[in-house]
């Protein structure tokens, strides 16, 4: 079992900064693929980010690429969202994911239902 605790979200202008951290504990000695997903009101949860065990793989959705990054540090067991250059449309609230699977391919880890364990989630408002 794996505990994740996201944080770090608030409110800022369009056009500044946020990161966002997740924590996990528990058995964080079997590493995971981790992701980030997102959620507006009224809409679905969606990809937004995944990193590798290793850190050396990531991959982006196309409406946050060259603005987010995502990166991990295993000694810490965190996981992080870097969030430049915001927009309105990226309010929503901001989950991280743990999946165990051992799949290569990107598009496996861009689907909700590969991951195993959740985070509570984290707000994210941007103002225009």
């Known amino acids: 079992q794996v505990q994740l605790v996201e944080s770090g979200g608030g409110l800022v202008q369009a056009g500044g900064s946020l990161r966002l951290s997740c924590a996990a504990s528990?058995?964080?000695?079997?590493?995971?693929?981790m992701g980030w997903f997102r959620q507006a009101p009224g809409k679905e949860r969606d990809f937004v980010a995944r990193?590798?065990?290793?850190?050396?793989?990531?991959y982006y959705a196309d409406s946050v690429k060259g603005r987010f990054t995502i990166s991990r540090d295993n000694a810490k067991n965190t996981v992080y969202l870097q969030m430049n250059s915001l927009k309105p449309e990226d309010t929503a609230v901001y989950y991280c994911?743990?999946?165990?699977?051992?799949?290569?391919?990107?598009?496996?880890?861009?689907?909700?239902?590969?991951?195993?364990?959740w985070g509570q989630g984290t707000q994210v408002t941007v103002s225009s």
């Open positions: 994911a743990a999946s165990s699977a051992y799949y290569s391919g990107n598009s496996y880890y861009a689907r909700a239902a590969s991951y195993d364990y």
């Open positions: 528990g058995r964080t000695d079997s590493r995971y693929a």
């Open positions: 990193i590798s065990r290793s850190g050396g793989n990531t």
